[in-house]
């Protein structure tokens, strides 16, 4: 359990900081015979499980190794091509790692841009008016908690659905981020936050906040 990552949103609806503090490491390894009963594809340079689940193996899983080496894209880090590899009844039976893929900062930022508008539906569907939005969003994996500040900002943390203390944890890290983003003579609003400290001191809180929640079970 703990805290996986850090997401700040500016007003506009765009990606300013992420920081990934712990992501779980999913992997699971195989023997496969042929035919391969899972069917693969080619997205974004990495070969991803489109159909078929078994052992742990899920949709969107990517392909890591094949018999220990490591795949990148469609090849394989002796050059050959893991396509061809896969389709050739010799080749088996084969040793197959598959992982959840690691997002890229393309995807962050996608899924920023897409949590802007739902925020927004949010507030407009409440029965009450001038309803905050989405503060907590619940799943059986995973929990986000959202801190909008009066400027517009929005403050995000996942963490693991059983972590405590996570509205406090989020006004902690707006201060940080007034102390030391919005007093930086460097930054402007609206822009990225690359500052040291920031970083810093963002790490030591999150490393804090860890050690409180598994203090308090």
């Not at 500016?10 to 992420?18: D, E, M, R, T």
């Not at 080749?91 to 739902?118: D, Q």
Request: net charge negative.
């Amino acid at each position: 359990m703990g805290i996986y990552g850090v997401y700040i949103v500016s007003k506009s609806g765009g990606l300013i900081f992420n920081y990934d503090y712990t992501v779980p490491k999913i992997e699971t390894e195989q023997t496969f015979g042929y035919p391969l009963d899972l069917k693969l594809s080619c997205e974004n340079n990495r070969l991803l499980v489109s159909f078929g689940q078994r052992d742990n193996i899920k949709v969107g899983h990517v392909l890591l190794s094949i018999n220990g080496v490591p795949v990148s894209g469609r090849k394989l880090e002796d050059g050959k091509d893991a396509i061809e590899m896969l389709d050739d009844i010799t080749n088996y039976p084969l040793n197959l790692k598959f992982g959840r893929p690691k997002m890229t900062i393309n995807e962050k930022i996608f899924l920023a841009s897409m949590f802007y508008p739902l925020f927004a539906i949010a507030s407009q569907l409440s029965p009450e008016p001038r309803s905050s939005g989405i503060e907590t969003l619940e799943a059986d994996t995973f929990k986000l908690q959202c801190f909008q500040t009066l400027t517009g900002v929005k403050f995000m943390v996942i963490a693991d659905p059983t972590h405590v203390g996570l509205e406090q944890l989020l006004k902690k890290i707006y201060e940080i981020y007034a102390d030391f983003a919005l007093k930086n003579p460097f930054y402007s609003l609206e822009m990225p936050i690359r500052c040291e400290l920031f970083d810093t001191n963002l790490q030591a809180l999150l490393e804090q906040a860890d050690k409180n929640n598994i203090n308090s079970i």
